[in-house]
């Protein structure tokens, strides 16, 4: 049976994630700035609504080894730009003429605005997951509970596409059929989209 609902990932599959340590001026790698995103309990309090955005610049710099004020890593956090692949827009649009299609992302509040600005962003989903508004991120079955309980669909009914191994199987556990996708190629690919 072909799914009803599609539900997209953000980062990594509709937007690319960048070079943030490049892009802030970090002396580190790009693998290491990602260890400490990752693995950080501020950056999941705050991706999950935890705190807002002032108590993240005040202490996510400490976790970077900065001694960047509030006011400092913000500027310098801004620099660091999400931004949507070229062709996202047209995508879903076009599976909005078939499909339901949603979002679940784990992302904060200011990555949000910058993919969101003008909220045109948000308007091409019937469903809108976002982890700091949720309260719950991915892997965590709240998170994909929230999703289940908020729209009208079986689990089977439901396409998941995601670039975290964890995530797809966090939510193939749960029924949802669920594919690992890099980028809207992939994406396209995996929905059998042509150009």
Not at 47 to 57: K, M
Not at 76 to 88: A, I, K
Not at 124 to 136: A, K, Q, R, T, Y
Not at 159 to 166: E, P
């Amino acid at each position: 049976m072909p799914p009803k609902l599609i539900v997209f990932d953000l980062g990594g599959v509709l937007a690319s994630l960048g070079r943030p340590a490049e892009q802030m001026g970090l002396d580190r790698s790009e693998r290491e700035f990602w260890s400490v995103w990752l693995n950080s309990k501020t950056v999941a309090a705050f991706e999950t609504g935890g705190i807002d955005e002032a108590g993240f610049y005040e202490r996510f710099p400490a976790e970077l080894g900065l001694s960047d004020s509030g006011h400092d890593f913000r500027r310098r956090l801004l620099r660091w730009r999400l931004e949507l692949f070229p062709g996202v827009v047209e995508m879903l649009s076009r599976l909005g003429e078939t499909h339901r299609v949603a979002l679940l992302s784990n992302t904060n509040s200011i990555h949000w605005k910058m993919v969101n600005h003008d909220d045109h962003f948000r308007r091409l989903f019937d469903h809108v997951f976002l982890s700091f508004e949720i309260g719950s991120a991915k892997p965590h079955r709240d998170a994909f509970d929230h999703v289940l309980n908020a729209v009208p669909d079986a689990p089977g009914r439901i396409m998941f596409l995601d670039d975290t191994a964890r995530n797809i199987e966090a939510a193939a556990s749960l029924g949802i059929r669920s594919l690992y996708v890099t980028g809207i190629d992939g994406a396209k690919r995996a929905l059998g989209l042509g150009e």
